[in-house]
């Protein structure tokens, strides 16, 4: 009897452990395939990529990583992709010896949420440019830009409130204006003042 249980237990050590042990394989292919996608959309070339490890960090963490290095970067600075769950997000942390923030060949690509939102509406048609006016700050951080008149010198990434591409003279007096800026907006105090494009992540014209 006392065999029996023993090899009963043993059965049921040699399950549960094959159990944890295709879990941990499963997870590990899930993970690696989420983070080469996110790679894949961040659009580092595979043929830059060297010096690659992916590891399951079991002793601190329990994430799985991928770090690699880039041809054209520094040497001291490491790619990090950690998975962290299925259904969150991988994060994108690099870092480097010699600095707290390094600058990458190929960072993040900007999403709205990285900018303010400001509220507006174009008080002249659009043409090189886009007139707007009565700017108020709707998400982000300050300082807001006060409720004066600018100049927009933007002729990219305009959309109309169903996601297409618009030019700047489909503008016109009137619209309604969605503008996404930088935090460090540098304005060029003129009359009417005016922001360069690289400080605008894009413009939408609501219905």
């Known amino acids: 009897m006392k065999n029996k249980y023993s090899w009963m237990l043993l059965g049921l050590a040699v399950i549960v452990g094959g159990f944890f ?3 941990h ?7 690696e395939r989420e983070i080469d996608a996110f790679i894949q959309e961040q659009s580092v070339p595979n043929k830059a990529i060297y010096d690659e490890k992916f590891v399951w960090d079991w002793m601190k963490s329990g ?31 690099p870092y ?6 390094p600058d990458v060949k190929y960072p993040l690509a900007k999403t709205e949420d990285d900018f303010n939102l400001y509220l507006g509406e ?19 951080m300050e300082p807001s830009l006060d409720d004066g008149k600018y100049v927009l010198h933007k002729t990219s990434d305009i959309f109309d409130a169903d996601g297409k591409r618009i030019e700047a003279d489909d503008i016109k ?9 930088s935090e460090n907006t540098a304005v060029k105090e003129t009359s009417p003042a005016q922001i360069d494009g690289e400080y605008i992540f894009k413009i939408v014209r609501e219905k």
């Open 21 to 23: 042990i295709g879990k």
């Open 25 to 31: 394989y499963y997870t590990k292919a899930y993970a």
């Open 63 to 93: 994430d799985y990583v991928k770090n690699f290095k880039v041809r054209g970067d520094s040497a001291d600075i490491v790619y990090q992709y950690i998975f962290i769950g299925k259904g969150q997000d991988v994060l994108f942390m």
């Open 96 to 101: 480097s010896f010699t600095s707290d923030e």
């Open 122 to 140: 174009a008080y002249e048609d659009g043409g090189s440019s886009l007139y707007v006016q009565h700017l108020k700050l709707f998400t982000g």
């Open 173 to 181: 007096k009137g619209d309604a204006l969605k503008i996404y800026l």
